[in-house]
């Protein structure tokens, strides 16, 4: 008796452990059948269930974010398991066809959610083909640029001089239309076949570090345009730092492009070239930012930051340019241009953590396409004034003329349009 008891109670705590362990898994689930347009089941679909009410209380703030991901079979059918009670979005995935999000799912204990749906039809027009269009400029506009610049310096031409740094500013506006777009090309080819994930991959951690290269570089040359608006030459360091730096861009991205290339002509790849030994960056940063709870809301809060810094400066000099604070001359407000400059770049930093961390989220979702495309207005637009002389001939008490009035209220609305989309992402994207 007392052995049999002995065993009893051997066995209990392991059995205690085992249905704390069951508890804290999940035994809920979310099933369903997806189909194409004609009704057909849709094999190969991924889906993914994500828990959205988070427990942040959690010892060293750990969230303790339940997931579960599934791909359909032959009939369209999927199981996620393992789910535990709360509230859920589900998203479900595959190349040539849209995204199906369904946020707001409640799993109460005990049940277990049948979700049907029919995948919808991808549109007509995406930003996989805004890659095809564009993923040339960076690498062939640029090296025009660079060009230019090597000769302003032979000749000694200012005019040249500006000229490719102006090639230089506009092809890092433009680089920023090629990156993104092309998570979206990748999300269209990868599954392919023929196409080597492991050479997307590659790609992507190479564009992503020459993408920050060009950025750079463009800031740089923004500087240097703006030192010979005023001063007719620039400053002692900006010259050999554009020199530097473009130069290094110009292997990077060309690096970059000849791998995208490959991907497309497998034929011409060796076994394992470009795939070995590359610096691994994209994927391990949105792995970071994903574990390390603290980054996303400090980026978020250094986002905001920078979106302050750059919109004061915004309205500050295009209000002037609208007739208020006449007091003032353009020319006493230009010094802060590079604070706007400032500020974008912390936008630009934090928002690339944002991409990389969850790119899904944005390549599919259309306010971030018009976020994207009014961001780049906005680039061009400030350009007008480095190129005319206009506002820069506006006094203390002068009324500046209409061109500028127009660019300066265009101005307004593009970054008052990119604030709008950027809030409006979780809502009209149905992202996050």
């Not at 269009?133 to 690498?139: A, I, R």
């Not at 800031?219 to 005023?230: C, D, E, N």
Request: glycine letters at 10%.
């Amino acid at each position: 008796m007392c052995n049999r008891m002995s065993r009893l109670f051997g066995v209990a705590p392991v059995f205690l452990l085992f249905c704390a362990l069951a508890s804290a898994q999940g035994t809920e689930q979310i099933t369903g059948i997806i189909k194409d347009s004609a009704g057909e089941g849709l094999p190969g679909v991924r889906v993914i269930a994500t828990q959205t009410d988070i427990d942040t209380s959690a010892q060293n703030g750990t969230r303790l974010l339940a997931t579960s991901v599934a791909v359909t079979g032959p009939d369209g059918a999927f199981v996620l398991p393992g789910l535990q009670p709360g509230t859920y979005r589900v998203q479900a995935t595959i190349a040539k066809f849209g995204t199906f999000t369904r946020a707001g799912l409640v799993i109460r204990p005990g049940e277990s959610p049948v979700l049907n749906f029919a995948m919808p039809e991808a549109p007509l027009f995406n930003l996989a083909h805004i890659h095809l269009l564009v993923n040339h400029f960076p690498t062939v506009g640029f090296g025009v640029g660079l060009a230019l610049f090597f000769v302003s310096l032979a000749v000694k031409s200012e005019d040249l001089k500006k000229a490719s740094l102006l090639i230089f500013f506009l092809m890092a506006v433009l680089t920023l239309v090629t990156y993104v777009s092309g998570n979206a090309a990748q999300q269209v080819i990868v599954d392919n076949a023929g196409v080597s994930s492991e050479l997307i991959k590659t790609h992507e951690d190479a564009a992503l570090l020459a993408s920050l290269f060009m950025a750079l570089t463009g800031a740089i040359s923004f500087l240097g345009m703006l030192q010979l608006k005023r001063k007719s030459h620039t400053r002692a360091w900006t010259v050999p730092a554009v020199f530097v730096l473009s130069i290094i861009t110009f292997g990077l991205m060309s690096n970059a492009a000849n791998i995208g290339g490959e991907i497309r002509h497998p034929e011409i790849v060796a076994e394992g070239y470009r795939t070995a030994g590359h610096l691994e960056l994209a994927r391990p940063l949105g792995a970071l930012v994903s574990r390390v709870w603290w980054i996303w809301p400090m980026s978020e809060t250094l986002h905001f930051i920078g979106l302050c810094l750059l919109f004061t400066v915004v309205l500050i000099v295009n209000l002037r340019m609208l007739g208020m604070a006449k007091g003032l001359s353009f020319a006493a407000l230009y010094k802060l241009l590079p604070l706007g400059l400032f500020g974008f770049a912390i936008n630009f930093m934090t928002g690339m953590v944002f991409f990389v961390t969850t790119p899904g989220q944005y390549t599919k979702n259309v306010a971030f396409y018009w976020k994207i495309l009014l961001i780049v207005l906005g680039g061009i637009n400030v350009l007008y004034f480095m190129l005319f002389e206009e506002p820069w001939r506006v006094e203390a008490g002068d009324d500046a003329p209409l061109r500028a009035k127009l660019v300066a209220a265009s101005a307004i609305f593009l970054w008052l349009g990119v604030l709008f989309f950027g809030h409006m992402l979780p809502f009209i994207g149905n992202s996050f």
